[in-house]
């Protein structure tokens, strides 16, 4: 594992739920710093989660701008403060426009050790419903972050409806992607009951459970 993790992937991946368990995971192992760069997406932001962060002692970076309506590509010197952590985790931005932020700090994010940089697919989303799809915007991503992915995360849900039939999806369409770009499928995410019927369906142990902590109640009420 390396102390640098890089999440980014298309709007509605899941990127920023698992950013936000696994800082929450690495903080009970050392000093973590969570940073937000996603400066493009307004709404269900790492950065709206700073009292959860701080609560379990993690540093949260993030523009100045952030949870405001303001687009500015701007990141400041506090994001390099991050590598005087034992961990430090990247919530990037979700699309190659967004992504281009991490890059224009590539040279340093490099300089303190090659990080991990996953790629997060939900196979129930636009732009990520074949593997083709996926692998296209993959590589703009990669090629905006100017770093190299080094795996796919299968996070394929549809929120609280989600049920094992839609992470084995994901699973078919990962590997088909993992055979077009020759990048391993580092693991599969999800909430722990639906990861509990995988796995028994699948046999598959890297797995990543996941706490909700981005999506608010009332987008699953009805009247």
């Known amino acids: 594992m390396s102390k640098n993790m890089i999440l980014a992937g298309n709007y509605g991946s899941g990127k920023t739920e698992i950013s936000l368990n696994m800082a929450l995971s690495l903080s009970k192992k050392g000093s973590t710093a969570l940073v937000d760069m996603d400066i493009v997406n307004p709404y269900f932001r790492s950065a709206e989660h700073g009292d959860l962060m701080r609560a379990h002692g993690i540093r949260l970076i993030a523009p100045t701008f952030a949870n405001t309506a303001v687009d500015l590509p701007v990141i400041g010197a506090e994001v390099f403060s991050s590598f005087g952590c034992d961990y430090a985790v990247f919530d990037a931005g979700g699309d190659p426009v967004g992504t281009s932020v991490l890059g ?6 490099l300089e303190n050790g090659v990080p991990d940089f996953y790629y997060v697919v939900n196979a129930r989303r636009p732009l990520q419903r074949n593997p083709q799809e996926i692998t296209e915007l993959l590589r703009l991503i990669q090629g905006k972050a100017r770093m190299q992915v080094t795996g796919l995360i299968n996070n394929t849900n549809l929120a609280r409806e989600t049920t094992v039939l839609d992470l ?6 990962c590997r088909e992607v993992s055979r077009l770009t020759g990048l ?5 995410s999800g909430e722990p009951k639906v990861l509990e019927e995988y796995k028994k369906q699948t ?3 890297n797995l990543f459970a996941l706490t909700i902590y981005t999506r608010p109640n009332w987008l699953d009420s009805t009247s």
Do not use: Q, Y
């Open 104 to 109: 224009s700090i590539a040279h340093r994010v």
């Open 168 to 173: 084995l999806h994901g699973r078919d369409m």
């Open 184 to 188: 391993p499928v580092a693991f599969t």
């Open 203 to 205: 046999g598959e142990e």
